[in-house]
T-cell receptor, first 111, second 116 residues
């Protein structure tokens, strides 16, 4: 079993919809949680960075962390075609330099 | 801040040849990482430098792979005697030590290696 599980999709939704992406993990030592967006043939771009449990909002993006359930989510409101990309969750333990990534979810927003 | 720069963007080589990739991190970042990403998968950690010291290596980094970061600036990743299984995107990332323990990583656009 992988340390971080993420449904690879693909996920296709109409423009303007609310998108929900999520990851589960098994390592209770993980305390730092990130979401990256990756366009085709580009490197991952940091979207959200959170520490421990709770919610964080940045524009149309909201990240949620539930450490008791070992479950993290990314919500995208008012989705746009430009949001079409692969979304990667990543996490690490305190003091550890290695990020562990999920497989990535391929998202398409249809105009 | 010009971001993390990687060269070349794409490298095609024949099996058995050696290849070298270069990464220039964000100038004030003293931590540098190499990851490998295959199609449809998330990036996998290869190795990590703090300044010029290589502090951690994954078991994925076989003895054919070597990374250096002379003077704590740019880094190179060399693969000797390439195999078809080495075909992947090689990503470099950097972060700052001055922030919290786990400052977020900023990635370059990678070098795509194709071994024929």
């Amino acid at each position: 079993q992988k340390e971080v599980e993420q449904d690879p999709g693909p996920l296709s939704v109409p423009e303007g919809a609310i998108v929900s992406l999520n990851c589960t993990y098994s390592n209770s030592a993980f305390q730092y949680f990130m979401w990256y967006r990756q366009y085709s043939r580009k490197g991952p771009e940091l979207l959200m960075y959170t520490y421990s449990s709770g919610n964080k909002e940045d524009g149309r993006f909201t990240a949620q962390v539930d450490k008791s359930s070992k479950y993290i989510s990314l919500f995208i409101r008012d989705s746009q075609p430009s949001d079409s990309a692969t979304y990667l969750c990543a996490m690490s333990a305190r003091g550890a330099q290695k990020l562990v990534f999920g497989q990535g979810t391929r998202l398409t927003i249809n105009p | 801040d010009t971001g993390v720069s990687q060269n070349p963007r794409h490298k095609i080589t024949k099996r058995g040849q050696n290849v070298t990739f270069r990464c220039d991190p964000i100038s004030e970042h003293n931590r540098l990482y190499w990851y490998r990403q295959t199609l449809g998968q998330g990036p996998e950690f290869l190795t990590y430098f703090q300044n010029e010291a290589q502090l951690e290596k994954s078991r994925l980094l076989s003895d054919r792979f070597s990374a250096e970061r002379p003077k704590g600036s740019f880094s190179t990743l060399e693969i000797q005697r390439t195999e078809q299984g080495d075909s992947a995107m090689y990503l470099c990332a950097s972060s700052s030590l001055s922030g919290p323990d786990n400052s977020p990583l900023h990635f370059g656009n990678g070098t795509r290696l194709t071994v024929t």
